[in-house]
């Protein structure tokens, strides 16, 4: 087994992990602020591939301009705002309602929403995988890194995720925007007296949170097929991450969701096997270890 070889499978393992990053990142934020579990993250980040695919492939036909396709730009823009509105929509009219509740009522009716959309987009939508081909020209070919060529898309993907990630981070620790949002979900009655629409924050808090699982989608369309069911196939591991990390740490998501997307690649090396309950194995360790998470404070 050479270095290279290693090397190599880390650099795949990453751009798995950033892929986990983003979507633990808007699970810790969503928690982590609101005190939502949000079961539904895994079809909202669906949902955000399959808009993308939308735009391009059939949304001129619809509205009878069949040269219009939104490129894999545009839908990287346009495909959270859309994702994250609805969202918003989603704690609007209904978390709203239990947030007063049990964690574990906003888990069942989140549980409920990604059942419903996967379900629906399953009668229209292939569920092996339909291909999205709007990956740019710029993005495409491969980079020479010495020890291997990777994928030019693959490479802008791991960069844009990190910028995204710890601009988040940023966000939320380190400017007055984000001690409001903490501020807001500790002491909601203190800030409102300050002239500040909790209310309002709290649902742009879960729109943005559900925005980074939509911006995760559109990033992972041109890699993976679309299919109606490729959120439920992450959304396991992405907890896993979550819970190994810290529940609502946000540096503990970024930091875990990529150091275990490397672990699971150079798996696939050492032992294959284990490649797939490697997650799992860490997360129990960690819980008898830590059972706050590696980030997460005692409560």
Known sequence: MSWDLVLAQAMLGLNQGVFYALLSLGLAVIFGLLNIINFAHGALYMLGA??????????????GVPDLHINFWWALILSPLLVGLFGMLIQRFTLRRIAKFDHLYGLLLTFGVALVLEGFFSNFYNT??????????????VVNLGFMYFPTYRLFS???SLAV???????IE?????????????????????????????TLTYGFGVALAA??????????????????????VVFAVVVIGGMGSIMGSIVTGLTLGIVEGITKVVYP???????????????LVRPAGLFGKEG
């Open 50 to 63: 399959l808009v993308a695919l939308i735009g391009y492939n059939q949304l001129g036909n619809w509205i």
């Open 174 to 202: 380190r400017t007055k925007l984000g001690a409001y949002l903490r501020a807001g979900t500790e002491n909601p009655d203190l800030v409102q007296a300050f002239g500040v629409n909790v209310p309002l924050m709290i």
């Open 158 to 160: 791991i960069i844009a």
């Open 165 to 171: 990630c710890f601009g988040t981070w940023f966000v």
């Open 128 to 141: 092996s995988g339909t291909p999205y081909g709007a990956k740019p020209d710029m993005l495409k070919g």
């Open 273 to 287: 096997p284990a490649a797939n309950t490697v997650i799992f194995f860490l997360m129990v360790i960690v819980l």
């Open 215 to 236: 911006f995760a989608g559109v990033l992972a369309a041109p890699i993976y097929s679309v299919s109606p069911l490729m959120g439920a196939d992450v959304i396991v």
